[in-house]
């Protein structure tokens, strides 16, 4: 690059080497000689020299900058593209993005939530759903296969028999037109897609929820006293007895030691220590001739079999079968025999994420993870599909009937000395039990 000498040295400089002279007259009032006039030109050329470097190699760092931001044009249009894929009829594109479904269903005839694949001898609500999914043109074969593909993470894992009227599952799909109604058009009648939310792209159902709502429905003759009222469907509840049992689901509520509410976890496990926010009974209605009751927990979550075992000896007490205070001793380190009430019955209600929605839900770009806008199709789904398979199933096979009749087995006095006998016990019930857990197995997933 060639730089002109006016540029670099300016017309003043210029004078000063035509004159000779080039900071002035020397000591003694004699000028330098001309030879010191070039020895500077040349060290001015120099100086030029290495400024037209200097710009050079500016200027090649500019056309790197802008290789790179080309680079990353280039990245950044690879990714537009690989969000946008073949929709089901092959030539309308759709982009591919982070949501959330809300699902209802009825577990009966299931085992469980969670799919099991390359296992087509146990049927599960998300083999329904996955190839829902693929059907309807939502994700690609292979997601089905391997669902890591698609990012997908239940909220909770219900397990066996165990229905939902508010689960939420996370996954990355094809955001066809008409969605809902395509996925749901392959799904059968008593699985349902309830709604559609989008999320952030990080976000997990499971590591996300804040809290768990479950329900319990019972018969109330579950509640009647052993010696002084009938043991069946003539049975109806008091006044007496209904604030007994609120009393005693209230004693629940804050933090305590689980331990003896599920199976493998010992007094001094950290994990074995549970939140409940709110557990209570509702008004008993009457439906085909029996009154039943519906029992609400609310907790930051559950472990296997608790809310059956934590309703199992609320029963064990009212029924005149175990002394109130078990309730506190059951908290404590001693082994304590905690019936499990049957698994028939056991709905999750509702999933909660209070602080992702303070977060997000109002940032313009993403919903909050609410219920209020289906509860009307919620309500619909629970009378259509779940409280008749509940009921039908318990006038059939008197589950709740046939439980009680066990409560006169165990032993509610059992202490410390007897735990590795009630331990064997325990682990004998729980190997023969046919209805598996509760699904409340949060932290087993």
């Not at 249009?77 to 092959?90: H, I, P």
């Not at 994990?271 to 609310?298: H, N, Q, T």
């Not at 008197?398 to 007897?418: Q, V």
Request: glycine share 8%; charged share 30%.
């Amino acid at each position: 690059m060639v730089v002109p000498w006016s540029w670099l040295l300016g017309s003043r400089v210029l004078l000063r080497l035509a004159g000779g002279s080039w900071r002035g007259p020397a000591r003694g009032g004699r000028a330098r000689p001309i030879h010191s006039c070039f020895a500077m030109a040349e060290e001015l050329r120099t100086v030029a020299s290495g400024q037209a470097k200097r710009l050079k190699t500016s200027n090649g760092r500019e056309e790197e900058e802008e290789e790179e931001d080309g680079k990353q044009d280039d990245h950044q249009t690879k990714r537009l593209k690989a969000s946008l894929e073949d929709g089901e009829d092959g030539t309308k594109k759709f982009p591919k993005r982070k949501i959330v479904l809300l699902m209802a269903y009825s577990g009966k005839g299931y085992h469980g939530m969670q799919r099991n694949v390359g296992n087509s001898q146990f049927k599960t609500i998300e083999d329904d759903l996955v190839m829902a999914l693929i059907r309807s043109g939502c994700i690609p074969g292979n997601h089905g296969e391997d669902m890591k593909k698609m990012s997908f993470q239940r909220c909770a894992r219900t397990d066996k028999g165990v229905s939902a009227a508010g689960q939420i599952v996370s996954l990355k799909v094809w955001l066809i037109e008409d969605i809902l109604r395509k996925i749901n058009d392959h799904l059968p009648s008593h699985i349902r897609i309830l709604g559609l939310k989008r999320v952030t792209g990080g976000f997990n159902s499971k590591n996300k929820c804040d809290a768990r709502t479950y329900s319990y429905m019972l018969p109330t003759f579950a509640f009647a006293h052993k010696d002084r009222d009938p043991q069946d469907e003539m049975y109806r509840l008091n006044k007496e007895t209904f604030e007994a049992v609120n009393r005693l689901l209230a004693c629940y509520k804050g933090t305590h030691n689980f331990h003896n509410f599920t199976s493998q976890k010992g007094p001094k496990d950290p994990s074995a220590k549970r939140y409940i926010m709110e557990m209570y009974c509702e008004e008993p209605f009457e439906r085909d001739g029996m009154e039943l009751a519906v029992i609400k927990v609310k907790g930051q979550s559950f472990m296997m079999h608790q809310i059956r075992k934590m309703i199992g000896l609320v029963i064990a007490i009212v029924k005149g079968y175990a002394a109130e205070s078990i309730m506190e001793q059951s908290w404590g380190e001693e082994k304590v025999d905690v019936p499990k009430a049957p698994g028939l019955g056991l709905v999750l209600e509702q999933v909660h994420f209070e602080k992702y929605n303070r977060r997000f839900g109002n940032d313009g770009l993403h919903e909050a993870l609410e219920w209020a806008e289906v509860g009307e199709k919620i309500a619909a789904f629970k009378e259509q599909h779940i409280y008749p398979t509940i009921i039908s199933t318990e006038k059939e096979e008197k589950s709740m009937m046939n439980w009680l009749d066990t409560l006169s087995n165990h032993d509610f006095n059992s202490t410390a000395s007897r735990t590795q006998v009630d331990s064997r016990d325990a682990k004998a019930r729980e190997s023969s039990d046919p209805e598996g857990s509760d699904g409340c197995g949060d932290d087993s997933d």
